[in-house]
């Protein structure tokens, strides 16, 4: 389906300063439904930092965020709910298999059907290897397992921070043909990534951010 009108995620003024450094300055920025939205810029522009706080784990000084219409200033827990997100490199129990880590984030999610967990495997290319431990994964396959972690609640929103990160030219390919399946089956996806390249192939938006603020 084409991107709709619907915002998913809108953010205004958000700003952050580590003491007398603003590190986001105050970025406006709005992801509409069905759409993948490139966020780009060199180590240091303040791509995470915007994330960790849209997720509420860092604390603005200033702005505004809705999550599918909802001001997280209201509280988090219900628009958290219906995002889904990897930041970075995910972290799994090495010596449980990729499924039973994934059974572990259904349990402590609640509410996943039965099903789910054989499906998200399904569309991260993982059937066959859900067996095997964690440990024994390539880099490439940790962060499928990753991102099948974070769409186990069918997510409205998925946000991927530098997804490619450590990976080799055969893992990025693995990922960014995920990222595209998923685009193509509807998801809405945020692709935090300092790599032109990628961002180029995948996103149908993109905003260049440097020093903390858009420039492009
Ligand atoms: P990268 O691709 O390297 O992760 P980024 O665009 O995600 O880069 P951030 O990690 O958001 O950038 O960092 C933006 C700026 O904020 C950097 O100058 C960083 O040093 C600074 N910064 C981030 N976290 C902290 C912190 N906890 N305390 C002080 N400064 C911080």
């Known amino acids: ?19 007398k450094r603003t590190v986001v300055d105050g970025l406006d920025l709005a992801v509409r439904r069905g759409e993948v939205f490139g966020f780009l810029g060199p180590n240091g522009a303040g791509k995470t ?35 889904g997100a990897i930041v970075e490199t995910p ?5 449980l298999s990729g499924r039973d880590n994934l059974r572990l984030i259904a349990l402590a999610r ?7 967990i054989a499906d998200v495997l399904a569309m991260v290319g993982l059937r066959g290897r859900e067996r095997d431990r964690f440990s024994s994964y390539s880099l490439g396959m940790k962060q499928r397992l990753g991102i099948a972690g974070a769409l186990l609640h069918e997510p409205e929103l998925l946000i991927l921070d530098e997804p490619s990160n450590g990976l080799d030219p055969a893992g990025m390919v693995e990922i960014r043909e995920l990222i595209l399946r998923l685009a193509r089956e509807g998801q809405t996806i945020v692709l935090c990534s300092h790599l032109l390249a990628e ?4 996103c149908d938006r993109v905003m260049i951010l440097a020093g903390g603020r858009a420039v492009a």
């Open 1 to 19: 389906a084409p991107p709709s009108s619907e915002i998913v995620l809108r953010v205004s003024g958000l700003t952050k300063k580590y003491g």
């Open 49 to 83: 930092t915007a994330i960790a706080m849209i997720l509420g784990l860092v604390a603005s000084h200033a702005g505004r965020i809705e999550i599918l219409g909802h001001d997280v200033a209201q509280g988090y827990g219900p628009p958290l709910r219906r995002v």
């Open 91 to 95: 972290a799994y129990y090495p010596y």
């Open 110 to 116: 609640g509410g996943i059907p039965a099903g789910r």
């Open 199 to 202: 961002v180029q192939q995948v």
